[in-house]
């Protein structure tokens, strides 16, 4: 059973279009994130959301909005895609979003805006 | 904004070589995580190092939080192909809500 998946595992699309990528954890953990990992690996966070309460919003365009329809569900949605969005996008969940918590990554989604 | 320095950035060696890689920052840090990831995989944790000075050994794997918790390293003895991946340290800082990674470490370990 994975622990947290992710949809798709490959999303490629033009400048311009609007996409979303879904995510879920079944370890009944209380706190989900976003990663964006570069070309060069460096994976930067984006969003976490603690039970459905956004706690960290990251210096991150406002194209990009991420929705928690339950502390098992946040997925990521990203109006007018631009070439920079090009990039492998991980989701993650701890159990309670302390410092000491394993992160739990999902199998990433890799972008590629044309 | 802290930031945690790792190096090398890339490093290929033979199987059977020991090696250390670094992960440094002029900053304190509550505790320190390494992951590894594998290509078209998310990270996956190894070790969480709480305690200035800990030494945590995982099999082969050696890892060390500094004493003023400001840098950690990780050293494998005899490495083999199995051990290829991105090493990731990533660190809590004090009072915040979110992890900080370093660039990683490409490790390629050649039979």
């Known amino acids: 059973d994975t622990a947290v998946s992710q949809t798709p595992k490959y999303l490629v699309t033009q400048m311009g279009n609007d996409k979303s990528i879904k995510c879920e954890q079944n370890?009944?953990?209380?706190?989900m994130y976003w990663y964006k990992q570069d070309s060069k690996k460096f994976l930067k966070i984006m969003f976490s959301y603690n039970n459905k309460e956004l706690i960290i919003n990251e210096t991150v365009p406002n194209r990009f909005s991420p929705k928690s329809p339950d502390k098992a569900h946040l997925n990521l949605h990203i109006n007018s895609l631009e070439l920079g969005d090009s990039a492998v996008y991980f989701c993650?969940?701890?159990?309670?979003?302390?410092?000491?918590?394993?992160?739990?990554f999902g199998p990433g989604t890799r972008l590629t805006v044309l | 904004t802290q930031l945690l320095e790792q190096s090398p950035q890339f490093l290929s060696i033979q199987e059977g070589e020991n090696l250390t890689v670094y992960c440094n920052s002029s900053?304190?840090?509550?505790?320190l995580q390494w992951y590894r990831q594998e290509p078209g995989e998310g990270p996956v944790l190894l070790v969480t190092v709480v305690t200035g000075g800990e030494v945590k050994k995982l099999k082969r794997l050696t890892f060390q939080f500094g004493d003023a918790r400001k840098d950690s390293s990780l050293h494998i003895t005899a490495a083999q192909p199995g051990d290829t991946g991105l090493y990731l340290c990533?660190?809590?800082?004090?009072?915040?809500?979110?992890?900080?990674f370093g660039k990683g470490t490409k490790l390629t370990v050649n039979p």
């Open positions: 900053s304190v840090f509550s505790s």
């Open positions: 370890l009944g953990h209380d706190t």
């Open positions: 990533a660190g809590d800082p004090p009072g915040s809500e979110k992890l900080v």
């Open positions: 993650a969940s701890t159990r309670m979003g302390e410092g000491t918590d394993t992160q739990y």
